[in-house]
C-alpha cells in the first residue's frame, strides 16, 4: 500500500464507506484529484478481503490507468466487468476516476440494477453529477465529498499533538495533499509535486473539458481568487479587476471560469445567508480554496495573510464535518460562518488573535445580535484559556481542529 495509507487510514471517510456497504446505492466518492480517493478505495478493499471477501468478488478499475484505456469504451467496459462477475456471494465493484468513461451513468445504472452488486465510483469534478446525470441516477446513489487531509489528520502523521502551532504553520505551508507528507523535507519536490497538481486540473482538465483557449486568463482568474480567499466577491468584481489590469474580459467568461474552478473543488463557494430574515441571499459570495499549500505555491510570500488563512482552514472543517456552511449577515454585521446540519444550526467567528478589547468586541458584536439560542463560538489561534462571554464561547482553533474541546 502506498505511504499515506500506512500512516493515514482516512478513518472517517472509511467509517462512511464501511456503514453503507451491501446497501442498495451507489457509492458516489467526488473531491480534488489526489485528495486520497484512490487510497480510500484501496483501503476500503483491504477491508473487505480481512473480513472474508474473496479477490474473485472484488473488480478494481481506474480509468487513468493506461492499462485500462480501452475499457473507457461503454460496451468493452460493461461486457469486461459482466465477465468477471462471480455467481457467488457479493460482488464489489470499484471504478476509479469514472468521468473518462463516456456514458457512465448508463454502465453504473445497468451494474445497480443486479441483485449481487455493490457499486462504488470516484470522480475529480462535479460535472459528473450535473443535471443529467443525477436525473439519471436520480434516488440511487450516495455521495461522499472528500477533502484532502484535515488538520487533526496531519497532526495524527506525525505521531502526537505536542508543538500544534508549529504544526500548523507546516501544514498551511507545506499543503494537505496526502502525498506531501512524503515530501515534507524536500521543498523542492513539494513545489513540483504541487504545480503538477495544479497544471492537471487547471491547465489540462478544466481548459480541455470547458473547450478554454485563454489558458493565460483563466489562470489570472485562479490566482486572483486564490489571493482574495474570504473576501466577498462578484464575477462583476473579478471581471472589472482583470478589465483595469489591462485584460479584458466578460461576466459571462468569468462565471464560466469560476463554476469550473468550483466544479473541479480547486474553489469552494460560501453563499450569503440573511439570519434574522433567514434567506439565501444572491450576491458577494466569498471563495476558500481547498487547499494552503495549492495557494502558497502559487502566490508564494503574498500569501501570508493570517486571518485569511485560518478563515479558509475552518470553513474546510465545517464541511468536513457535515455542515452547509455560509456567509452570515445580521442587520449591517457579518458573521463568518453560519453552519447548517440537519440537527441545528452553529454561528462561528474566526480570527488570529482577540487580545486587544476593540478587537474582541468587534468579534462578539455581530452573535451578541443573533437572539436564537444556538451554539455561538470565537475561534482564535490564542492559546489563552477558554472563556464564556454570556454564553458565546472564544475556544482555541487549534484545540476544535482537533477535536479536544
Not at 472517517?12 to 451507489?26: F, M, P, T, V, W
Not at 485562479?222 to 478589465?243: H, Q, V, W
Not at 473543488?265 to 471563495?287: C, D, I, S
Not at 488570529?352 to 458584536?365: F, G, K, P, S, W
Request: charged share 30%.
Amino acid at each position: 500500500m502506498s505511504f499515506e495509507s500506512n500512516i493515514i487510514n482516512r478513518q472517517e471517510y472509511l467509517d462512511k464507506l464501511i456503514a453503507l456497504r451491501d446497501k442498495q446505492l451507489i457509492k458516489v466518492i467526488t473531491g480534488i484529484r489526489r485528495c486520497g480517493k484512490s487510497t480510500l478505495m484501496e483501503i476500503f478493499q483491504n477491508y473487505l478481503k480481512s473480513n472474508g471477501i474473496s479477490d474473485d468478488n472484488i473488480i478494481s478499475i481506474n480509468f487513468e490507468d493506461y492499462d485500462n484505456y480501452d475499457l473507457r469504451e461503454p460496451s468493452k467496459l460493461y461486457s469486461y466487468i459482466k465477465e468477471k462477475l462471480s455467481d457467488t456471494g457479493m460482488n464489489y465493484i470499484f471504478l476509479d476516476e469514472i468521468q473518462h468513461v463516456e456514458d457512465f451513468p448508463r454502465i453504473v445504472d445497468s451494474l445497480y440494477i443486479k441483485k449481487n452488486v455493490d457499486v462504488y465510483i470516484t470522480g475529480s469534478n462535479a460535472y459528473m453529477l450535473s443535471s443529467e446525470i443525477a436525473t439519471l441516477l436520480s434516488g440511487r446513489y450516495v455521495e461522499i465529498k472528500m477533502l484532502p487531509l484535515s488538520f487533526k489528520e496531519y497532526v495524527e502523521s506525525t505521531g502526537d499533538t505536542k508543538e500544534l502551532s508549529r504544526k500548523y504553520a507546516d501544514y498551511i505551508e507545506n499543503s494537505s495533499f496526502p502525498y506531501t507528507l512524503e515530501l515534507r523535507n524536500t521543498p523542492k519536490e513539494l513545489y513540483n509535486y504541487l504545480e503538477g497538481i495544479y497544471n492537471s486540473i487547471v491547465v489540462k482538465d478544466i481548459a480541455n473539458r470547458k473547450k478554454i483557449t485563454d489558458t493565460m486568463m483563466l489562470e489570472s482568474i485562479t490566482r486572483f481568487l486564490f489571493d482574495n480567499i474570504g473576501n466577498p466577491m462578484s464575477t462583476k468584481k473579478i471581471a472589472d479587476t482583470m478589465t483595469s489590469m489591462g485584460r479584458k474580459i466578460d461576466v459571462k467568461t468569468v462565471e464560466k471560469y469560476v463554476s469550473a474552478l468550483t466544479e473541479s473543488f480547486v474553489m469552494y463557494q460560501a453563499k450569503r445567508y440573511n439570519v434574522k430574515g433567514k434567506q439565501y441571499l444572491k450576491t458577494l459570495e466569498k471563495y476558500y480554496a481547498v487547499d494552503m499549500g495549492l495557494r502558497y505555491m502559487l502566490l508564494g510570500t503574498r500569501s501570508t495573510d493570517v486571518g485569511h488563512i485560518l478563515e479558509n482552514v475552518v470553513y474546510l472543517e465545517l464541511i468536513r464535518r457535515g455542515y452547509d456552511v455560509y456567509v452570515g449577515k445580521i442587520d449591517d454585521f457579518e458573521v463568518d460562518f453560519v453552519a447548517m446540519n440537519k440537527k441545528q444550526i452553529e454561528y462561528f467567528q474566526v480570527a488570529a488573535t482577540v487580545r486587544d478589547e476593540n478587537t474582541l468586541q468587534r468579534e462578539l458584536l455581530p452573535l451578541q445580535k443573533i437572539s436564537d439560542n444556538y451554539p455561538k463560538v470565537i475561534l482564535t489561534l490564542d492559546d489563552d484559556p477558554d472563556a464564556d462571554y454570556d454564553g458565546i464561547r472564544r475556544i482555541n482553533v487549534l484545540d476544535w481542529l482537533i477535536d479536544k474541546v
